[in-house]
Structures are given as structure tokens and as C-alpha cells.
């Protein structure tokens, strides 16, 4: 499939992008179906806020026991009792074998 540069407006600034053949060609191979929607320049400013450290240090972490080992974590999110909660290694753990990794 022979790609060509494509022309695309901004949504969060309404700039004009090109999105050249050559990024085209390499979301195709990483199998990204959307085309950006922003601008180099937006993307950079939107992973600087979404990875901004200060956002995780304020969240409100609430104490737990693990479903699984019994090991004490935090998780940032109020546990109920009808759904278990599970530390991190364990997280990561059920996360592999539903995905069958």
C-alpha cells in the first residue's frame, strides 16, 4: 500500500499537520488504526500533563489486604467488599492469564 502525506487539522489547537507517508507507514506496521488528532506540539504537551508526577503524589491511596497472598498494599481506589483487590505482582499476575500470556 503506497502511502502519501497527508494533511490534518489539530483538534485541540486547529493547526494544520502533515502526517507524512513515513508515519503512516510506521502506524500501519505497529497496527495503529487511528490517524493523531493532534499536532506534534499538542501531543508533547499532553504527555507532559498526563505524566506529571504531582497528579500521582496528591491521588488519595486507601489501605487493602490482597485476595491472593494476604500482602497489605494501597490502591487508589475505595475497596468494597464484593469485588477483591489484589497488589501489584498479583494484579499482574491475573492480568497475564486472562490475556494468556
Known amino acids: 500500500m503506497a502511502f502519501q502525506d497527508k494533511t490534518i487539522v489539530c483538534k485541540e489547537c486547529g493547526n494544520e499537520f502533515v502526517f507524512t507517508a513515513g508515519e503512516q507507514e510506521f502506524y500501519a506496521e505497529k497496527g495503529f488504526e487511528n490517524e493523531p488528532s493532534r499536532c ?3 501531543r508533547d504537551a ?3 500533563r498526563m505524566n506529571d508526577g504531582s497528579r500521582r503524589q496528591n491521588r488519595q491511596m486507601y ?9 497489605a498494599t ?5 475497596p468494597r ?3 477483591p483487590v489484589y497488589c501489584s505482582d498479583c494484579y499482574q499476575n491475573h492480568r497475564a492469564a486472562q490475556s494468556g500470556y
Open 40 to 42: 506534534k506540539t499538542c
Open 46 to 48: 499532553r504527555k507532559r
Open 63 to 71: 489501605d487493602a489486604v490482597c485476595a491472593d497472598c494476604g500482602a
Open 74 to 78: 494501597q490502591v487508589p481506589f475505595k
Open 81 to 83: 467488599n464484593d469485588r
